[in-house]
């Protein structure tokens, strides 16, 4: 792992916090925070096998899905939709307190969960395309980030696992990478398993190369937005009922159940 | 009827009123509809006055039209309807909400608003909702019009909105039976009933960009048999399957090549 300070020198990305203020003060400067050993082993273990076991199943009954802004002919890397339909722990990380303070800190409250999926690498594995990802709003920005991306480590993120590469500070040029700035130089964003990583959504970022031949490496995005945009995942639709029963009240309102001024129902929150 | 004309004074003036959609006898049947649908509404416990956006409770606001009465499906896909809408944001939308106001005598007028600026931040370049407007009663100045400022849906910053914004406001006029189509960033606001004994019936046909989150959450709101009764065409404009929000990504290729800047 190099995370050593010097090498944070060298690239420009900032130094594993776990102070909230430092976390802060390193999204506004870089676009990005990387907060270490925020699940505990156990957890952890818990966590990484809910989502093996879900990949895994995918992969057998031919449910993957591609996603856009991935390499096409990739086999190898993975991507798992929909978590909290999956298994419950995956709420724990929607809602986990430090991350979630981060994210009220960056786009307000109420917010939105757009989706939490996972983005697994394999072996080989090839980058995306990079991105911003509110690449939805249309051109100019507003001022502020109108998300906010938490990637939960749930393996060790290398650059030779294919860790997350950003380009630090490039969420201060408030649009996104033209065709040309595709190749702008990125760094790999390395944290140890049970870290997490906040992206706000301005900041240009890809999943990295995986240069191993036999290790894999999980991340999981739990993706949030201002309440005024779409969610990228249809909750209405899609989300496992137990979950909607026995949500939080702070989860009712990040799934849009309860809500003020959009998504209503009748002209009343549905929950 | 030219209706690129019609098109062309919204592109410019950020509203237009379009006359004749419906005949008389059709305006008559949707506005006892609506009542019955006002009245269905209570009935199901969903308050029609005073629901805390009208100064008091001259207003009745009725919210789910789409599921009281097949009328209304009609309306906002109405084909004229539409192609308003599409001239102005595209294909790329959804229905964000279909509500009605009905204003009665002694009814009030809102604050100046774009209803744009109240929901999305500045700055706003571009439309991402439209308002079609259907008039289903005479509307002029003495019985309420929506007033606005022609132009302002080229305001992009807050700080561009003039000081004497209100008093540079216009009612629209139009005959019972028309269409008023607004873009989302002009500065309007309600206008006061102040007739004697004339109604004010509006309903507001808002539509946005597939982005943004619909105001009405229509996978929770609308009933199996109201769903099951949908086109596939409608069911995409209510947003009710796995679409929108996915337009702008389109130009971003799949990577034909496995590409890799990672550092040996």
Redesign the interface.
Known sequence: MATHAADHGRTGQPAPTRDPAQALKDIEAFGLCIVPGVLAADKLARVRDALYRAASEDRARGWEQ?F???????DTNQRVWNLLSRDPVFTDLVEHDVALDLVKSVIGWPA?LGNISANITGP?G????L?ADQ????E?W???P?GVNVAWCIDDFT??T?AT?VVPGSHRRNRSPTAEEA?T??V?VEAPAGSFIVMESRVWHKT??N?TTDRRRAGIFAWYTR??????E?W???LNPAIRQFASDPMLVLL??R?Q????????S?A | MDLEAKKHQLLEEGCCVVPGILTRAETDDVRQRLWRAAEESERRGVPTRRIGIDPNEHNVRVFHLLELDAVFRALIQNPVAIDFVTALLGPDFLISNFTANIALPGSRSMKLHSDQGIVVPEPWFHPWSINVIWCLDDIDAENGATRYIPGSHRIRWQSEVPENAAERTVPFEAPAGSIAVMDGRVWHTSGANVSPSRERALLFGYYSRSFIRPQQNWNACLSDTTVAGLSAQMRAWLGLDARANVKLAEPLRILDTAASTANP
Request: glycine share 14%; no cysteine; aromatic share 8%.
């Open positions: 591609k856009r802004l991935d390499y096409a002919h990739d939105l080989g090839g980058e995306m395309v991105h690449i939805f709003v249309p100019p507003p001022a502020a109108q650059d030779e294919g590469r190749t130089a990125s790999a990295g190369h240069r309440p005024i945009y779409r969610q990228q249809n209405f639709l899609s849009g159940y809500t001024g959009l998504g209503m129902v009748n002209g009343k549905p």
